[in-house]
């Protein structure tokens, strides 16, 4: 037997911040059309919870549920708070299968990354090992694995860790504007299959957008990644010196832009406004026209820092040395 009750509770309100998708799978195409038919049949109940200042709870065989609270699944609870059972395994069933397929891909995609960053130098030879059979380096996914360990004990809980991993996504896609047009000064003769046009308008766009998504996160998400960006810096620093520090000073001056970037962008995220978690110390509306026009003059100087580098040198030698052997 079950019930459901309606509990008042002034502080809370049932909140449901839907977080749109940074790329689109099967899997996750699956979650938003069961999400959008979810909060269809499940939008007038959310209206008069938060309307009521009021959050649902239910009684299941005994046991009391909170429907509403800040990390829960809290469309699938108010599936069940109104019978339709179907639609909440539904929606449970997706939790499960949509993050195992994200899963499967980063495993795979992640520890190549870790294989690439040994044969660049920057983490021990251990993990450039593959294995002679199946050619999976199988190192590098132990390593993987332990990271997640050390994310699951400090971010406990499923909502925690996906928000930090998705600010976390969002940082990786900042530098691919402005490396593009880098590229594009310092390498006009690489051959490029896709050429975007109107790229010198789009990509400031591109950076901008990416910059309000970080700060969208939310304080103190944005706090917290800087920190765990900060926790490898040393094992960095320790393969630059054991190269004999080839070329640092020049990447220092490269990436300037960057640091600062990165402890700007945080600076405004916690004095933000209150509707995304900051201290309140810029209004509303203002914050994010703050942040707009920072990463724009951010952009511009990580434009100019860009260089021609060794690595795009040994790019077009390779490219011309193919050409003369194919003419």
């Not at 799978?25 to 979650?31: E, K, P, Q, T, V």
């Not at 294995?131 to 400090?154: D, E, K, T």
């Not at 996160?217 to 990644?225: K, L, S």
């Not at 309140?280 to 990580?302: H, P």
Request: overall charge positive; glycine content about 8%.
């Amino acid at each position: 037997m079950s019930s459901c009750s309606s509990s008042a509770s002034p502080a809370r309100k049932a909140r449901h911040d839907p977080v749109p998708p940074l790329g689109l799978s099967a899997d996750d195409a699956l979650f938003w059309l069961t999400a959008t038919l979810a909060a269809f049949l499940v939008a007038d109940a959310l209206a008069k919870a938060a309307g009521t200042e009021r959050y649902l709870a239910c009684e299941l065989q005994g046991r009391r549920y909170d429907i509403g609270v800040k990390y829960g699944l809290l469309t699938a609870q108010l599936a069940l708070a109104l019978n339709l059972n179907w639609l909440a395994i539904l929606l449970y069933a997706d939790a499960f299968v949509s993050p195992s397929g994200t899963g499967s891909t980063y495993t795979a995609t992640t520890a190549r990354m870790i294989y690439a960053m040994e044969r660049s130098g920057t983490v021990p030879e251990v993990f450039g090992r593959v294995h002679p059979r199946y050619g999976i380096p199988r190192p590098a996914m132990w390593f993987n694995l332990a990271v997640s360990f050390v994310f699951l004990f400090f971010f406990r809980g499923w909502g925690k860790l996906a928000a930090v991993i998705s600010v976390a996504t969002i940082i990786t896609y900042l530098v691919v504007p402005i490396s593009v047009i880098v590229l594009r000064r310092t390498a006009p003769n690489l051959h490029r299959p896709l050429r975007i046009p109107g790229l010198p308008l789009l990509a400031p766009i591109a950076f901008v957008l990416a910059t309000l998504m970080l700060f969208w996160a939310r304080w103190p998400h944005t706090g917290q990644i800087m920190l765990l960006l900060i926790l490898p810096l040393p094992v960095y620093l320790y393969y630059q010196a054991k190269g004999n520090w080839r070329d640092f000073g020049r990447q220092l001056r490269a990436s300037w832009w960057l640091l600062a970037y990165l402890i700007t962008i945080t600076m405004l995220s916690w004095a933000g406004s209150k509707e995304f978690e900051g201290h309140d110390y810029i209004g509303f509306g203002w914050d994010q026209l703050c942040v707009a026009l920072t990463s724009l003059a951010f952009y511009f100087w990580g434009v100019r820092s860009g260089w021609r580098t060794p690595a795009v040198i040994g790019v077009e030698n390779d490219a011309a040395e193919m050409a003369a052997v194919k003419s």
